[in-house]
């Protein structure tokens, strides 16, 4: 085993430094965010920090990028101006697709159009899921925390609907991932698809699993 | 596809939505979190919200399940306490042991002996990381922040040290998770191993990948 102290980490370069740390983590959710300005401009952006909050009430997470003078991020500026988005897993289908809205385009210019994605529209919800997304998910923004060590923000917000399809649903509410070919993503660029291990029971002090 | 609005989510059973919702991000990073308190004693849980929050500085983010009256969250209090903890990824040899440590163990019984894990102490640091994870991470706890919404909190800490194998280091820093079987969890319960589909290059505007 190697071992690194965070003032060598700090010495390194800096795109290496990024890798590094963007590997550490282990495995991540790979999703698209889907959003309209207020102006009715449609922006799709993939994430790879979307997380489970809670399910009572439904909950997720994302952080944003770091916020610098200059700097236009469009999906949250446009989630906080409509309060509204979309979450939509990455497949092993739409990965690349799902990469390519990573490049910076202008604001005029739509992803979907630029890599190839089609957007759904789920009526009275003013924010476009991805169609080829096998879990489509709408979700109202409920607060944006500012994160003050790197300038990023937490964004907490509740579930209002989502798309699934059937067949990939348990009897008890976990959807397969495996059946609907979610993508992972390592580090910044790196996509895997998931191998099923086991589903383990739920865990008590005095019944050991090994 | 199926459509669920939140209101019908809301009445299904508890067991169900909590399963269902915890599905809905993708696959999940699997990781050990090593504490101690202040009084020595050690601990060990499997956390499933760790995410990257930046690199410079190096952070990491995770979630807290959520506070209660009466409930007891010794790795948070433990952080909260020492001001340390380790988060090491969970690998295919380990899923088991890693799942087991859920278990509501007293705060008196240290979850490494009872799971059957080694603790590993780097020298000048006191909270324990786990000796069989390929990835062992020293963090300093910065920060709490309380997510009002369903009484959890989003803990932010700053990479202090770093332990991993060098075979698994590519020249720009990624680090190759296959390699190192780094799991993956789906929902509450479900372990994947990672299956590498492709390393996509910086995506830029004027030049699809497609």
């Not at 944003?64 to 979450?87: D, K, L, W, Y």
């Not at 739409?94 to 789920?122: D, M, N």
């Amino acid at each position: 085993m190697e071992f690194i102290k965070e003032e060598e980490l700090l010495a390194r370069p800096k795109d290496w430094r990024t890798q590094f740390v963007n590997s550490l983590s282990g495995y991540k959710s790979a999703n698209l965010i889907g959003t309209c300005s207020a102006e009715g401009l449609e922006n799709l952006a993939i994430f790879s920090s979307v997380v489970h909050l809670g399910a009572h009430p439904p909950l997720m997470g994302l952080v944003s990028r770091p916020f610098a003078p200059g700097v236009e991020r469009h999906s949250v500026e446009n989630m906080r101006s409509t309060g509204q988005f979309t979450i939509n897993q990455v497949h092993t289908g739409i990965y690349k697709q799902a990469h390519q809205s990573s490049a910076r385009y202008s604001r005029e210019e739509s992803e979907f159009a630029a890599v190839g994605l089609q957007p759904f529209y789920v009526e009275g919800f003013g924010a476009p899921a991805v169609a080829e997304a096998h879990i489509q998910i709408g979700l109202r923004f409920l607060e944006a925390k500012p994160i003050e060590q790197n300038n990023t923000l937490f964004i907490i917000a509740e579930i209002d609907w989502v798309r699934y399809p059937r067949e990939a649903l348990a009897d008890d509410g976990h959807i397969l991932l495996h059946k609907i070919d979610t993508a992972a993503l390592a580090g910044l660029d790196s996509y895997y698809q998931g191998q099923a291990l086991e589903r383990l029971p739920y865990a008590k002090p005095d019944k050991p699993l090994l």
